[in-house]
């Protein structure tokens, strides 16, 4: 198993370009998270996903959009990019089954000038 | 929402002796899971140990134990015989049993950790 994959792994954005980071589980997990991790800070939810087709706000969901097509796919959308969103993105998942936990990515380091 | 607070920013501690993270939580729920994380320098976050609000005793993992206060709400982290690979940063996290949030977890801001050889 890869466990949980995110690409890029690092990337340079114009303020006002768009991307997608993209993140994928091989372990049939139903939930799925984007958080974002600011220097110095713990990691702050921005989406989750229970499950392919169902998707729903975190603590830090502006700007950014998901979509949940497959059960292993998870991309995390920035529309508009701005140098606040400047931070370490980290994908997640885990079963259904609450207290499960959580497997995260390696991560991808965005930085917006 | 629930806070989780680690009030140390750094800590140090030399090869094979013991130190002890700190981790205070609010939450009203009686019912839930506490985490610890470790983030080395790859940043890859990395599951130590993980602790069931309702059982009393407290989770050890090898080295790794913790001294869980359910009503101080203190979930504080001990790693023994400390190891040089022990360095990283190490996340307390709280996961709500509340279904409407996806079971969300709730992380606090890290306790950088160096072992001095």
């Known amino acids: 198993n890869a466990g949980v994959t995110q690409t890029p792994k690092f990337r340079i954005l114009k303020i006002g370009q768009s991307m997608t980071l993209q993140c994928a589980q091989d372990m049939n997990h139903n939930y799925m998270y984007w958080y974002r991790q600011d220097p110095g800070m713990g990691l702050k939810l921005i989406y989750y996903?229970?499950?392919?087709?169902?998707?729903d706000k975190g603590e830090v969901p502006n700007g950014y959009n998901v979509s949940r097509s497959t059960t292993e796919d998870f991309p995390l959308r920035l529309e508009l990019a701005a140098p606040s969103q400047t931070s370490v993105y980290f994908c997640a998942s885990s079963y259904s089954t609450w207290g499960e936990t959580q497997y995260f990515g390696p991560g991808t380091r965005l930085l917006v000038l | 929402a629930q806070t989780v607070t680690q009030s140390q920013p750094e800590m140090s501690v030399q090869e094979a002796e013991t130190v002890t993270l700190s981790c205070t939580y609010d939450?009203?729920?009686?019912?839930?899971?506490l985490f610890w994380y470790k983030q080395p320098p790859s940043r890859q976050m990395i599951l130590v140990i993980r602790?069931?609000?309702?059982?009393?005793q407290n989770a050890t993992e090898n080295r790794f134990s913790v001294n869980f206060q359910k009503a101080a709400k203190s979930f504080s982290l001990k790693i023994s015989d400390s190891q040089l690979g022990d360095a990283a940063m190490y996340f307390c996290a709280y996961r709500s049993p509340i279904r409407g949030t996806g079971n969300q977890f709730y992380f606090g801001t890290g306790t950088s950790l160096t072992v001095i050889p």
């Open positions: 602790q069931e609000a309702y059982k009393q």
């Open positions: 996903s229970v499950g392919a087709g169902i998707t």
């Open positions: 939450t009203s729920e009686s019912d839930y899971y």
